[in-house]
C-alpha cells in the first residue's frame, strides 16, 4: 500500500503520462502544480516518490533529470476497499470467525506432550553420550596404566 503522497503522485502520473500508454516526457513542474495544496513537494522529493513507483514496479523509467521525466505508467493500482459505513445488527451479534494458528509448511503442530517427549529423547541421547565417553576414558586410562 502506497503512502499518500505516493499515491497521489501516482495518481497525477496516470492522468498526464496514461497507463501503459508508452513513453511520456513529463515535467516536474507540471506535477508538482496538480498536487492538491496541502501536499506540497520540493523536486528532490518528487524524485524520491518517483523512484518508490519504479521500485513497486507501477512506473517504467527511461531517464529522468530534475526537471522532467521519460516515463511509462506500467499498471493501475486496484482502489482499495472502503469499509461500509453502516453495519446491520446480525452483523455486529454474530461472532468474530476463529483464526488458527499457521504452521509452516511441511511442519505438524505438536502437542505439549510429544514436545516433552522429544526433550527427554534429547537429554536421554546426550546422557549417553556422556556415559560412552566416560567409559572409553576409563579404559584409555586404565591400558595406559598397566598395558604400556
Known sequence: MLNPECQNVYDILCEIAGVGEGFKIVDADEITQKLPSSAELTKIQLSQIIRELKERDLVNIKYFTPDEYCLC?????????KPALEEDEQDRNTPAPVVKERVPYGEKKRSKTEQVR????LFMSFLGGLLGSAIVAAVTVILTRFVF
Open 118 to 121: 522429544r526433550g527427554a529423547v
Open 73 to 81: 505508467v506500467v499498471k493501475r493500482l486496484e482502489e482499495p476497499p
